[in-house]
């Protein structure tokens, strides 16, 4: 065994020690190198640290029982007497606070904008109007793993899995460009380069480029194929997938940044591609197509059943 | 491309469900704890991802049960938790020290030393801290940690080989 430079040179031999796997040669090399008290220090102390109790009983029964959490539910630990003065004492004893180094980044874009973002491994992100995603800029390079909540395409660069999650699923690629969209109770993620597997309600999906993955309500529908080599999004149109009118009145709110008002229901959904700069011809398209009047009151756009 | 349930059989089972909560709940729990510092809201996150799984029981099979608790665990917290502060407390009931022994000095030099230890481990890296501890606080051993991250056991090993190092050092040069 190399013994000089035993501690900075071996990346493993430190992790097969505390696991008792050094043989006796190595062990005794190792016991005679300058860090050893240190080490077994470390070993020996790390092992009586503890977190906070966790009481699985009372738990599974309130999942079993489907009983929803409550606000009430979470302060019940500090009347188990017993763990809890035990608790109370080993924080008051120890005082063990230490804080974690992080670096979350947020990167939003407001309604009527847009928003283009170069990520440390020099990904790129174009951030739909009203979208927000989040990193930790300190850990990018171990795990590239950021969350979404509204719509963003994505060119990612090479190099390990990229992993995008939203409320409604989670986005995994290497390499590759991508389009994902989690607004409300839609989910929907087009490839147009290279794989993407996505996750969702415990399902996994592949895409490959031309491919689209759609669920609404939770409810999935058939990987659709799209022909477009770049979201429409980015190329100031407006791209509705079987939309219902509430959907399609969110997104025009976030893309013109106005406020639209419906007083008027229909099933009917909307598929088809639309302005992003002209409101007018957009909205007009619409409200011929769901035969509505749109009148603006107090810079709210109402739009009601044209009789 | 919907993919049918088929022959799978899902976890409704009440007794298959507990076996699974007791098995996976208290490692979970005590990962996102080390990972992102907050009790209680790893508490949360790990409840609300059993309860999910309740929810969607007829879906998940057995064998992918895990992987989807890990998976919904880790998006929900990626949201809902920003790291901050822990407490980790020193069980008092270690037996490696008989008190009667020691001298004063020794005593606070101990409690000098843990300080620093834990102040190191706060600082260390999040994969490097979180294998660290499944090992050191669960008793996790190098594959176990392995599967539940999805990484290799070499992995696991550099992980830790890297938080040791990076403790030592810390501890010495405060």
């Keep these: 065994m190399k013994k000089d430079n035993m501690e900075a040179e071996n990346k493993y031999d430190l992790a097969r020690w505390l696991a008792g796997e050094m043989d006796q040669d190595e062990l005794t090399a190792f016991r005679n190198s300058p860090g050893f008290d240190d080490y077994e220090r470390i070993a020996q102390m790390s092992r009586d640290f503890a977190v906070a109790d966790f009481d699985e009983n009372r738990i599974l029964n309130r999942i079993i029982s489907g ?35 992080t670096d979350i980044v947020t990167e939003k874009s407001g309604y ?21 995603i989040k990193y930790d800029k300190s850990d990018w390079n171990e795990s590239r793993k950021l969350s979404l909540d509204g719509e963003a395409y994505f060119k990612v660069a090479k190099g390990k899995t990229f992993d995008v999650a939203t409320d409604m699923g989670t986005v995994t690629v290497v390499g590759t460009q991508f389009n994902v969209k989690s607004r409300e109770n839609r989910f929907e993620v087009e490839c147009y380069e290279g794989k993407v597997k996505v996750t969702s309600n415990g ?51 976030r893309r013109f940044d106005i406020r639209i008002e419906i007083m008027s229901d229909s099933e009917k959904t909307l598929t088809g591609t639309f302005s992003a700069t002209d409101f007018k011809e957009t909205l007009e398209l619409i409200c011929r197509f769901y035969k509505l009047r749109a009148e603006t009151r107090n810079n709210v756009v109402i739009l009601s059943a044209d009789e | 491309m919907r993919m049918d ?27 996102l704890v080390y990972k992102y510092g907050d009790t209680e809201k790893a508490n949360d996150v790990t409840q609300d991802a059993f309860a999910k799984l309740w929810e969607n029981c007829s879906d998940v099979p057995e064998e992918k049960a895990k992987s989807y608790l890990y998976t919904v665990a880790n998006n929900a917290a990626l949201n809902k938790i ?7 407390a020193y069980a008092q009931n270690s037996t490696m020290r008989s008190v009667t022994t020691e001298s004063p000095e020794f005593v606070y030099e101990e409690e000098e030393f ?32 392995a599967d539940i991250l999805g990484i290799s056991v070499k992995a696991v090993e550099k992980r830790i080989s890297g938080a040791l190092s990076s403790l030592r050092q810390e501890i010495g040069t405060i």
């Excluded at chain 1, 993955?213 to 791209?239: C, M, Y």
């Excluded at chain 2, 007791?22 to 979970?28: C, E, G, I, M, Y």
């Excluded at chain 2, 920003?82 to 980790?88: G, I």
């Design chain 2, 82 to 88: 920003a790291h901050k502060k822990v407490v980790l």
């Design chain 2, 114 to 145: 843990r300080s620093r230890l834990q102040n190191a481990i706060g600082n260390l890296t999040e994969a490097q801290r979180t294998a660290f501890l499944m090992n050191r606080i669960d008793g996790k051993k190098y594959h176990e940690i």
């Design chain 1, 67 to 101: 009983k929803p959490k409550t606000i009430e539910s979470r302060t019940i630990p500090l009347y188990r007497s017993n763990l809890m003065r035990v608790a109370a004492v080993l924080v008051i004893a120890i005082g063990l606070f230490f804080v974690f180094r």
């Design chain 1, 203 to 253: 399902r996994q999906t592949m895409l490959t480029p031309g491919m689209a993955f759609i669920s609404d309500h939770g409810n999935v529908s058939d990987v659709a194929v799209s022909d477009r080599t770049k979201p429409a999004w980015t190329l100031g149109e407006i791209q509705f997938t079987s939309a219902d009118l509430s959907q399609i009145a969110s997104e025009l709110e």
């Design chain 1, 112 to 132: 009527g904008k847009t928003g283009s973002i170069v990520l440390p491994d020099h990904s790129h992100v174009e951030l739909n109007s009203g979208s927000e």
């Design chain 2, 5 to 31: 349930n088929c022959s799978l059989s899902g976890v409704c089972d009440e007794g298959l469900f507990s076996r699974i909560f007791r098995q996976q709940a208290k490692t979970l729990r005590n990962f």
